[in-house]
Nanobody
């Protein structure tokens, strides 16, 4: 079982920056693929960025060049650095941990953190 606790959301002006953090409980964090998702009002949840256990990253096109996902396995943490924020980035951001071993698959979610970009 993995519990994820997020922090770092809030209100920021357009063009500003925020850094989201997601800290996991339990062991074996380094084996999990981690990702950040977001869901804006009236829209479906979308994958924003992912980082595999081996460190490979991927981003949705709309955030490439502005957002950076990283992880610190020693701290059981994954981060999302968000720069040049626009009102279109307003959403609830959630982190997800995923791991599969043979027939077993585990998916765990954080509670979500509100990010509001507004002047």
């Amino acid at each position: 079982q993995v519990q994820l606790v997020e922090s770092g959301g809030g209100l920021v002006q357009p063009g500003g920056s925020l850094r989201l953090s997601c800290v996991a409980s339990g062991s074996s964090f380094s084996y999990y693929d981690m990702a950040w998702y977001r869901q804006a009002p009236g829209k479906e949840r979308e994958l924003v960025a992912g980082i595999a256990s081996g460190g490979a990253t991927n981003y949705v096109d709309s955030v490439k060049g502005r957002f950076t996902i990283s992880r610190d396995n020693a701290k059981n943490a994954v981060y999302l650095q968000m720069n040049s924020l626009t009102p279109e980035d307003t959403a609830v951001y959630s982190c997800k941990a995923h791991r599969s071993v043979g027939l077993w698959e585990g998916n765990y979610w954080g509670q979500g953190s509100q990010v509001t970009v507004s002047s």
